[in-house]
């Protein structure tokens, strides 16, 4: 049977505020560089007014890997949680705009659609201040059957896993995926959220996940091991493939005894913001996976993807990536 979709991807539906900040200003505000920080609706206005002026578009790690995937030429769609308001709509739109269906109905009730300030430093380093919003309340009634159904590969953002109701909503969404003959693939994320949440986490990985992503701080957090080749030996054989990044060192691609070293893909001088290199990884490799390419090539788009959308402001890729990896790898 043909799938309606290659891709469908659960996460937070949030719209990013980008902003260029100074180092001081993280430490003024308590705010550890390279980090995630959950914040309420109060701390975030406060972190609003404060902040320089920035770009406002529709964002969320999930939903940033997902108009990258779409860019690249996959077809996905997006479930998440939004409130009927006005950023509620601009993130259907754009999510839309992008190519991907997006069967979300915003709630009428509740707080307003989540809003993540990503602060971006002169290293190009991102710390972010997320306030959830309604996407706190996504739980199980969310999850659309028949759309995860009709999936290659339901993809599911770790930075989500906070309230006990998604957790809920992940596991019933794989089991829904697995039923249906398809693949279940998980991003960490962020170390602090593994921290929080690592025992669940564990048996997610070994219980529910074929494909893992994560990057190298992440996996040895959720292993508690110091080194990354521990970790390595860790995550073999919890999960049928593991996606492993580190930054300019590149990234491992594990599937049993096969393992492949993926070079990271040069930017020279043109590093601008490393807001969503880790979602973009996670867009090309998805690509590459669901069209049929093997994990080395896979592989190879994830780099090539990860480094495009650094050489730029913003944590989606430019229109011309599809190009680029075409150009690249003559696929």
């Known amino acids: 049977m043909t799938s309606q979709y290659d891709l469908v991807g659960i996460g937070n539906a949030l719209v990013d505020v980008l902003v260029t900040i100074e180092d001081n200003f993280l430490d003024e505000h308590g705010l550890p560089k390279g980090s995630m920080n959950l914040v309420d609706s109060g701390q975030s206005d406060a972190l609003y007014d404060a902040v ?10 999930c939903g940033n890997t997902m108009a990258g995937f779409s860019a690249l030429g996959g077809k996905g769609a997006y479930i998440g949680k939004v409130h009927d308001d006005g950023l ?80 809920k909503a992940f596991i019933k969404a794989a089991d829904i995926a697995h039923a249906a003959g398809g693949k279940v693939s998980l991003s960490l994320s962020d170390p602090f959220c593994v921290d929080r949440h690592r025992e669940a986490f564990l048996a997610l990985v070994e219980n529910h996940v074929d494909i893992l992503f994560a990057n190298e701080s992440e996996i040895t957090s959720l292993y508690q091991v110091e080194s990354f080749d521990e970790a390595l030996q860790k995550v073999r054989g ?22 492949h070293v993926i070079d990271a893909d040069p930017v020279g001088d043109h590093l601008k913001d490393t807001t969503g290199a880790g979602d973009q990884y996670a867009a090309g490799f998805l690509y590459g996976y669901t069209q049929g390419f093997d994990l080395a090539t896979a592989g190879r788009i994830a780099s090539i993807a990860a480094a495009e959308v650094v050489t730029h402001y913003g944590a989606r890729p430019e229109v011309h990536v599809r190009d680029l990896i075409r150009e690249k790898l003559a696929v």
């Open 52 to 61: 320089p002026a920035g770009v406002e578009v529709s964002g969320g790690s």
């Open 88 to 167: 509620g709509k601009v993130f259907i739109h754009d999510m839309k705009a992008m190519g991907v269906d997006c069967p979300i109905e915003p709630t009428k009730s509740g707080p307003s659609t989540g809003r993540c300030i990503v602060m971006v430093s002169k290293d190009a380093q991102r710390t972010m201040a997320t306030y959830l919003g309604a996407a706190v309340d996504l739980g199980p009634d969310d999850v659309d059957e028949k759309t995860i159904q009709g999936a290659k590969v339901l993809y599911l953002e770790g930075y989500l896993f906070d309230p006990e109701a998604a957790k």
């Open 238 to 259: 919890h999960c049928e493939i593991a996606c492993l990044t580190r930054s300019e060192k590149g990234s491992v691609v594990l599937s049993g005894e096969e393992v």
